[in-house]
């Protein structure tokens, strides 16, 4: 009998010896979710579980961020991740490092939902794409090593073009080494920039065979990828997220080999083209040159001074009139405004005062009077209006209220 001293190294000894299980370490598992819940700090705490038993689950807010949909309960599953021991309560479970939808049915929802972020993020959007070379030197193709499909492309670019290289980073094309190892190829390519173009390709299958394909993190390289990048996965009529994001789609890796390199006869056509465009463009150009020239010699300032005086005496006289019409505007301007200024102190005029039935009152001597105060009793006085005067003697003086 082995005696522990405390149940933390019972509970260090017990991760131990799962951690050192292969098929604990490394494992995958279906069950359905029960209980799922993401906490503030993005780790994710849930229940597996089938008809007859249930295993506790975590998963790091750094694997959760990866997930492409998003888990609740009764979705059917499968994780993969190894078996170990919460030491502080001694909990056995699940840590987990990737969560899918379970079946067929459910890759097809997969991938819905991963297209749809993705395209919303802008990844498929055309104007990221890159052009293709006419005539690429070297051509990088991410595939596996052995079989019919990097057998037919360079026999197919052989056929095409025989003065090409060719460098092959070997791959998995299917199962759950496929999406690291395309990504491991793509890096490598960027980081030794040795190829113009990259091609990524392999032959039909199910879904499932093609799934790596479909992969999150391959379709993100493949849009940060400095080199075009070409994709040539199944058949015509198989579709995965990385078509979506490359630079171009072919149907088939023998369709790649086709739009990456021009025949002889394609390569002489553009030529011809851009020859003739050229030839088109040089004569227009010369064209308007000589116009241009033919105008210059004709023009008679070249031969007579004088032409160059007049030309420049009439712009001279049309400066003087523009003067002479800016100037008696202006005039026309002032003396309107003075004109108004003059009828308004009329209007405000003594006399004009006087035609509105008003009047004002003088001393027999023309002195203004303008309180009682200045009269007295029998005091003579003269009251103006407008169409003469009359005088007066005051009779009686009464002083009101001063205001």
């Known amino acids: ?8 190294e019972l509970n260090r000894y ?13 494992l995958a598992v279906t069950g359905e979710i029960s209980g799922f819940k993401v906490y503030s700090s993005g780790h994710a705490y849930f229940t597996l579980k089938d008809s007859e038993s249930q295993i506790a689950c975590v998963m790091w807010a750094s694997r959760v961020s990866t997930m492409h949909f998003k888990p609740k309960d009764g ?10 021991v919460y030491s502080a309560n001694g909990k056995y479970q699940i840590q987990c490092n990737s969560m899918k939808l379970a079946g067929q ?22 104007e ?37 290289d060719v460098l092959v980073y070997p791959a998995a094309v299917q199962g759950e080494n496929c999406p690291s190892e395309a990504i491991l190829g793509l890096k490598y390519f960027i980081e030794s920039n040795n190829v113009d173009v990259i091609i990524i390709a ?69 030529i011809d083209v851009l020859r003739e465009r050229i030839n088109t463009n040089m004569r227009d150009y010369l064209a308007s040159k000589r116009f241009q020239l033919y105008s210059l010699t004709s023009n008679e300032a070249l031969y007579s001074p004088e032409f160059t005086v007049k030309l420049k005496r009439k ?3 049309s400066i003087v009139i523009g003067l002479n019409v800016s100037i008696a505007n202006r005039m026309i ?71």
């Open 202 to 270: 392999r032959g039909g299958g199910s879904i499932e065979d093609l799934w790596g394909f479909n992969d999150e993190t391959l379709a993100r390289t493949v849009y940060d990828c400095p080199i075009p990048v070409i994709s040539a996965i199944g058949h015509e009529t198989d579709y995965t997220i990385l078509d979506f994001v490359a630079d171009k789609r072919s149907p088939t890796p023998t369709a790649a080999a086709e739009d990456v390199l021009a025949t002889f006869d394609e390569l002489q056509g553009q």
């Open 1 to 8: 009998m082995f005696e522990f001293k405390t149940i933390s």
């Open 128 to 164: 990221h794409k890159k052009i293709l070379p006419i005539k690429p030197s070297r051509i990088g193709i991410i595939t596996s090593p052995t079989g019919a499909v990097i057998h037919d492309m360079i026999v197919k670019l052989r056929e095409r073009n025989p003065y090409f």
């Open 14 to 26: 017990t991760i131990g010896v799962l951690s050192s299980d292969d098929k604990l370490s490394n």
């Open 333 to 403: 301007f002032e003396r309107n405004t003075l004109s108004k200024f003059i009828d308004s102190l009329a209007m405000l005029g003594p006399h004009n005062v006087l035609k509105r039935g008003y009047s004002y009152v003088t001393s027999d001597e023309g002195m203004p009077i303008v309180s009682t105060r200045d009269v007295n009793v029998e005091s003579k006085l003269r009251i103006n209006f407008a169409d003469g005067y009359a005088d007066a003697v005051v009779t009686d003086v009464i002083m009101t209220e001063e205001r």
């Open 105 to 126: 049915g459910t890759l097809k929802e997969q991938l819905k939902l991963l297209y749809n972020k993705l395209n919303q993020e802008g990844l498929f959007a055309s």
């Open 315 to 317: 712009e001279l006289d």
């Open 75 to 84: 979705d059917r599953v499968t994780v993969t991740g190894f078996c170990t």
